[in-house]
């Protein structure tokens, strides 16, 4: 049977590569025996932990990149990383999509011109004609991601429209005409607006959310512009 | 403070970076590339075209994983690991690892005979360099990565045994290599006045 001690306390030196072990490794009490009486074998110890510490710092190391930014940013384009203004599968869950900014665009354009003219007096949708719609093809097919997306923020602001349309002239539903009622909606466009805002923090890049939103603050605006016609001035809003 | 600070501004740069934004992007890995592009220089080795091509595979894959990244760990330790898993597999799809199986199971408990003696290496990653790409490896992710044993193992598909194996041998290595770096000439003599008892290391 082989005695590795025995062996360990006559041979001339430990073997190299169980000096490298014990950098980390607990020197058995013959290995220790040795080395205690061992020059060379302590100096190896000694170096080899040298080298450990070597190696430590150079974990700590940094040299020049290897990469360069201009030879990344168009393979990170290829692959939809970098948004460029066009969708990217990379972000399908996740990201904000230029279509939403379009239609929210869109609709802020037609809300605000829809509120001028509602506060100038004028009927926002025309005076007692019929409004004209544009003729949608309930069966169209779409070529591309951007094609839907176009018709898709039509629809949209065409919604919107009707929506803002309907509250103006459906009087039967909802009474307009007194400030107390008036001050009900706003209320109630207050609360919608908060609860729609927590929601949009949520899921900031939810479409119906932020169709919503955008309504609601639409809404909001429309009604404190229509109070504000029937107040004295005094008593008026300034905060939208 | 100054860190959590640190910790929150590179949260709300990782968001932007996640929404698209190239600036967001282009920020992280000014602020990691010399980090991450060392470590995959280290686990390469000699050639700087083939540590090129990787470091960019590795940067790509970074980029395309950041939605998964969930803020358990910090993002230079995450990038960390991506960029070592991405480089080991990068080096087995070229065969520069294929065989570390093979290579641990031939190995001989002597030291390699030593065909560098006109080498001199000026830095650890120099005289790596010299290293079999299987020592190599195992000696980085242990000595200068800080990984275990257990999870080289796991890393490499080899056993725990193979990779201390793998370590000694490249340490016994680099020990020749970095002689004129690390040697130490006093050991002997400051024990010869104190015999019997151990040097202090």
């Known amino acids: 049977m082989w005695d590795y001690n025995a062996r360990i306390q006559n041979m001339s030196h430990l073997p190299t590569e169980r000096l490298a072990a014990l950098v980390d490794e607990v020197p058995t009490s013959s290995e220790l025996a040795h080395i205690t009486g061992c020059d060379e074998c302590a100096r190896a110890r000694a170096v080899f932990r040298a080298l450990a510490e070597m190696a430590v710092t150079e974990s700590t190391r940094i040299g020049s990149p290897l990469t360069r930014w201009e030879t990344l940013a168009p393979v990170l384009v290829s692959d939809g990383v970098i948004d460029t203004g066009r969708g990217s599968p990379f972000r399908r869950h996740t990201v904000r999509r230029p279509w939403v900014q379009a239609a929210a665009a869109l609709f802020l354009l037609a809300g605000g011109v829809a509120a001028g003219r509602y506060t100038a007096g004028a009927s926002t949708f025309g005076s007692g004609k019929p409004t004209t719609i544009a003729n949608t093809d309930s069966l169209r097919t779409f070529h591309s991601i951007d094609d839907a997306r176009t018709v898709q923020a039509q629809s949209q602001l065409l919604y919107q429209t009707a929506t803002a349309y309907l509250a103006q002239n459906d009087t039967g539903s909802l009474a307009t005409d007194s400030p107390s009622a008036m001050r009900a909606r706003l209320a109630a466009l207050d609360r919608a607006r908060e609860v729609m805002g927590k929601a949009l923090n949520e899921a900031p890049y939810d479409p119906v959310i932020n169709g919503y939103y955008l309504t609601t603050i639409g809404q909001r605006e429309a009604t404190i512009r229509q109070l504000n016609t029937v107040l004295p001035a005094s008593m008026r809003s300034i905060s939208y | ?201």
């Open chain 2, 1 to 201: 403070m100054t860190n959590l600070l640190n910790m929150e501004t590179e949260s709300i740069v990782i968001r932007r970076a996640i929404d698209g934004d190239e600036r967001a992007l282009r920020s992280l890995w000014a602020r990691h590339a010399p980090h991450i592009d060392m470590v995959v220089r280290r686990l390469v080795g000699g050639d700087p075209d083939v540590a090129a091509d990787i470091a960019q595979e590795v940067w790509i894959q970074i980029f395309r994983a950041l939605p998964s990244y969930r803020g358990d760990s910090q993002f230079s330790t995450w990038a960390h690991r991506i960029a070592v898993n991405r480089t080991l597999n990068a080096l087995r799809k070229t065969r520069r690892l294929a065989n570390l199986e093979t290579e641990v199971k031939e190995d001989s408990a002597s030291v390699e005979p030593d065909n560098d003696r006109s080498f001199v290496a000026q830095s650890i990653e120099e005289a790596a360099s010299k290293l079999s790409p299987g020592a190599r490896a195992v000696f980085m992710l242990h000595d200068v990565e800080g990984y275990t044993h257990e999870e080289i193992a796991t890393e490499l598909g080899i056993t725990t045994g193979g990779s201390k194996s793998q370590l000694f041998k490249a340490r016994a290595k680099l020990r020749k290599l970095l002689a004129h770096l690390v040697d130490v000439k006093d050991v002997g003599l400051q024990r010869k006045d104190t015999e019997h008892v151990a040097p202090a290391y």
